[in-house]
């Protein structure tokens, strides 16, 4: 930080100028590879992405600290500019920053942009947006938000690696071969079937919606009928619950569904579909039940609701950060 201003040095400008380009959710696999030889220009833009991708990476670490009355450190530090020799410890010093500002392209904070992965997939989606794909094996796919699939080809083909969001998948016409679909470490494999599959932190969550799906996780291999669901992550599989096929595929049709949903869980919901984030300060309404329907194209409408229903304040924060408490 330019210490005579107050303000950020160009270089730190440049790097919060990246952010704000994958915080825009516009951003293609292309900026990641430009983002990628910035960073490797020299050991100081390294940093500078480093710190400034830090900065975002504070509002989750220092949520509860900026609960009103309180201050929280998360301004940049200064990034040294002068043109004296690098000495080996400030060279070790930018290999390291050079390593963080890659794990954050890979691996981007609060996932407030979307990972070189996803941006590297065969298909995509944006915030906010869904897209059907009819692949050449006769499998149907609707993605929703946020969504990045990449498909296996030779040995692989006829094989979906689900690596963000959330899809469903059907069979256009009767198959002799099952299809499989990867995600968060557990396989899920059907014949001819209808199914939706949802990553969810570590873990998936998958719901068969017609005929039979088999979903194999850690060794453990179950069946599910048509309205079941199971989710997998951490110790292995949980136990088979029943569902309501319209709640799940609500998001097809444009709506968010929720009955007796906790409160964080609609929170991540909301997420899906907006730029930026949502983090719920008060732990304590985390579990609050939720009941209600909301156009996921409206998602700051089922905030402002939020808002007035838990007598809760939403603080607005640079890159559509949303700090609720």
């Known amino acids: ?28 696999a292309a900026d990641a ?5 910035w960073c490797g220009l020299s050991p100081a833009h390294a940093t500078a992405f480093s710190v400034a991708s830090q900065f975002w990476d504070a509002f989750g670490a220092a949520g509860q600290s900026l609960m009103p009355g309180k201050k929280a450190a998360i301004a940049p530090r200064r990034i040294s500019q002068d043109n004296r020799p ?9 290999l390291l920053a050079a390593s963080a500002a890659g794990f954050m392209i890979v691996r981007p904070p609060l996932d407030l942009w979307p990972s070189l992965p996803e941006l590297n997939a065969d298909y995509r989606t944006g915030i906010g947006e869904q897209r059907k794909v009819i692949m050449g094996d006769g499998v149907a796919v609707q993605m929703n938000s946020r969504t990045s699939i990449s498909i296996g080809s030779g040995k692989e083909a006829g094989i979906f690696n689900l690596i963000a969001g959330e899809a469903s998948f059907r069979t256009q016409q009767p198959r002799s ?39 194999r996780y850690q060794g453990q291999i179950i069946t599910l009928g048509a309205g079941q669901r199971v989710t997998y992550g951490g110790e292995g599989l949980e136990n088979i619950v029943a569902i309501n096929p319209a709640e799940v595929t609500a998001w097809q049709d444009g709506l968010m569904v929720f009955n007796m949903t906790p409160l964080s869980d609609v929170i991540e919901e909301l997420n899906r579909y907006r730029s930026g984030r949502i983090i719920l300060l ?5 579990h609050a039940p939720v009941n209600g329907r909301f156009r996921i194209d409206r998602p ?26």
Do not use: Y
């Not at 160009?10 to 380009?21: M, N």
């Not at 932190?201 to 719901?207: D, E, H, K, M, N």
């Not at 008060?282 to 985390?286: G, H, L, N, P, V």
């Not at 809760?312 to 559509?320: A, M, S």
């Open 1 to 28: 930080m330019d210490e005579r201003t107050g303000g950020l040095t160009p270089l730190e400008d440049e790097a919060h100028a990246w952010i704000r380009r994958l915080v825009s959710g516009e951003a293609t």
């Open 33 to 37: 590879e430009a983002l990628r030889q």
């Open 86 to 94: 690098m000495g080996r410890r400030v060279f070790l010093g930018g």
């Open 177 to 215: 071969e099952p299809f499989s679909v990867l995600a968060a470490g557990g396989r899920v494999s059907a014949l001819n079937a209808r199914f939706d599959v949802r990553l969810r932190g570590s873990g998936a969550c998958v719901t068969c919606l017609a005929e039979q799906v088999h979903v």
């Open 282 to 286: 008060k732990r304590d309404i985390a």
């Open 300 to 325: 700051n409408e089922a905030l402002a609701q939020i808002e007035r229903a838990f007598d809760v304040r939403g603080r607005l924060l640079p890159g559509g950060i949303v700090l609720l408490g």
